[in-house]
């Protein structure tokens, strides 16, 4: 399996909480990716980094944020929980000039 | 704007038979990437199978093979002698050659292996 981390595995949290979800790869990848996934549904990207200091917003408009200080680290944040936030969240990396991405496990979120 | 569509929900098939599951997408670009990705219950999406557009040739990796009609722009992935381990969430994906490397995912299909 490919060396991408993402923690926590599930999350139930309360609406108004402040969250981060995180993403690590050990593979030195530039690019790194944040897709967000409903119940049966297909993945948006929601965010993406082309390296350090490099964030965009994607395709799907989120109100979460993103940063990315260090290669390996790519973390999510909620400012503020809401159950409309509820869905599962898969990181994935990629090396530049490279076609195949990786993913990690996700994470499920649920906002009560 | 580029789109994937997946028209089967669900899929099943009978352990060691052949199966088939569906993809088409749309793009004006000329050159790509499309993919079909793996999704087991709880665990980490991982990459089946790619086909590069300008390659005419359809892509094979052991058991799975894919039918890629350009002009049709149809994308399918057969899988032959299925295993138990096969079950999963299968998503077809399409992807620019641009920087970005962003995916675009049709709705996945969902493929039950019956022993």
């Known amino acids: 399996e490919a060396d991408i981390y993402q923690t926590p595995r599930y999350l139930v949290i309360g609406t108004g909480k402040k969250i981060t979800l995180e993403c690590s790869q050990t593979m030195g990848h530039d690019k790194m990716y944040w897709y967000q996934q409903d119940p049966g549904m297909e993945l948006h990207l929601i965010h993406y980094?082309?390296?350090?200091?490099?964030?965009e917003k994607g395709d799907l408009s989120s109100e979460s944020t993103v940063s990315r200080i260090r290669t390996e680290h790519f973390p999510l944040t909620l400012e503020s929980a809401r159950p409309s936030h509820t869905s599962q969240y898969l990181c994935?990396?990629?090396?530049?000039?490279?076609?195949?991405?990786?993913f990690g496990q996700g994470t499920r979120l649920t906002v009560v | 704007a580029q789109t994937v569509t997946q028209s089967q929900p669900e899929m099943s098939v009978q352990e060691a038979e052949t199966v088939t599951l569906s993809c088409t997408y749309d793009?004006?670009?000329?050159?790509?990437?499309l993919f079909w990705y793996k999704q087991p219950p709880s665990r980490q999406m991982i990459l089946v199978i790619r086909?590069?557009?300008?390659?005419?040739q359809n892509a094979t990796e052991n058991r799975f093979s894919v039918n890629f009609q350009k002009a049709a722009k149809s994308f399918s992935l057969k899988i032959s002698d299925s295993q138990l381990g096969d079950a999963a969430m299968y998503f077809c994906a399409y992807r620019d050659r641009s920087n970005t490397g962003k995916l675009i995912f049709g709705q996945g299909t969902t493929l039950q292996v019956k022993p």
């Open positions: 994935a990396s990629m090396r530049g000039g490279e076609v195949e991405a990786f």
């Open positions: 980094s082309y390296g350090v200091n490099s964030t």
């Open positions: 086909q590069e557009a300008y390659k005419q």
């Open positions: 793009t004006s670009e000329s050159d790509y990437y």
